[in-house]
């Protein structure tokens, strides 16, 4: 008797929820269907709400996912190399910034700051007054609004079909169906955690933009430091000794390529001058 009653309710739920959802009894299906419906009247409810106000506009503006990127050089003379970095140490803890990197080389001097996203173009701007002269700027903003809302949905309907696999659980009596629901739940749950931890990827480069600053000594001043004395006369004659003897080698090491051409003119010219004199 309790195996009919049980058998009876599994059937009066079977048929409910295919009223409801319009689909047949697997339990993968009923999920995903009403997880489907769901969504579907969140769509239907924002169409009767009617399109955006006017003054919707700007906090949607503002709500966008920009993530911010990019590259600056600035020209500085070797004497100034210190105090113009100390500057832009400066600059960057008034914007609330920090260097996730930083690293010195004899002609260049490598930072990357990274900056609050709304103090961003700020920044930039006022990377001129740090002294030296800006010879290369390159900013890239991307637009992750996209993709963010795509994680955001993907998210929302993975969890409804998660909350439908958790009450088909509660209700499944076989073990094969237990198993089966449970390695479901299972992988729904991995892709929630998965969107999830993207979305919080997101969310950190759109906190703070990232800008690669170099600073480079200027040509002139690099040659002045590498320029090399004006040779003496003696210097001069010895190289230009050097340069003869090279000269000589090349031609030596010439004529022993071409010796068989030698060795044939040679012997025409022999054989014509003895031909020239026994005709006369």
């Known amino acids: 008797m309790g195996y009919m009653k049980t058998n009876l309710i599994l059937?009066?739920?079977?048929?409910?929820?295919?009223m409801a959802c319009g689909n047949n009894n697997h339990y993968a299906k009923e999920a995903e269907v009403c997880a489907d419906a769901s969504e579907n009247e969140t769509v239907e409810e924002e169409l009767m709400d009617g399109p955006a106000s006017p003054k919707d506009v700007p906090s949607a503006l503002s709500n966008r996912k920009l993530i911010k990127n990019g590259s600056v050089q600035i020209e500085v003379l070797e004497a100034n190399v210190d105090s113009?970095?100390?500057?832009?140490?400066?600059?960057?803890v008034k914007y609330n910034g920090y260097k996730s990197s930083d690293v010195q080389s004899a002609w260049n001097y490598n930072s990357v700051a990274k900056i609050p996203s709304?103090?961003?173009?700020?920044?930039?701007?006022?990377l001129y007054t740090i002294g030296g002269k800006l010879i290369d700027k390159r900013i890239t903003v991307q637009d992750m609004t996209e993709a963010y809302s795509d994680l955001e949905s993907a998210i929302k309907?993975?969890?409804?079909?998660?909350?439908?696999y958790r009450v088909l659980l509660k209700r499944a009596n076989k073990i094969s169906e237990i198993i089966e629901i449970q390695s479901k739940i299972d992988r729904i749950q991995e892709d929630i955690d998965r969107n999830a931890q993207a979305?919080?990827?997101i969310d950190k480069k759109v906190s703070y933009g990232e800008l690669a600053i170099t600073l480079v000594v200027s040509d002139h001043q690099a040659k002045n430091n590498y320029e090399k004395e004006e040779p003496s006369f003696w210097s001069k004659l010895w190289e230009a000794v050097s340069s003869g003897w090279e000269l000589i080698q090349l031609i030596i090491i010439g004529l022993f390529y071409i010796w068989p051409i030698l060795l044939i003119g040679?012997?025409?010219l022999?054989?014509?001058?003895k031909r020239k004199k026994n005709q006369k």
């Not at 709304?118 to 006022?126: G, L, N, P, Q």
């Open 11 to 18: 059937f009066i739920f079977a048929l409910s929820t295919l």
């Open 84 to 92: 113009i970095a100390n500057n832009l140490n400066k600059l960057i």
């Open 118 to 126: 709304a103090s961003f173009d700020r920044f930039v701007e006022e």
């Open 157 to 164: 309907s993975k969890e409804a079909a998660l909350e439908q």
């Open 199 to 201: 979305k919080m990827n």
């Open 266 to 268: 040679g012997l025409l």
């Open 270 to 273: 022999f054989f014509y001058r």
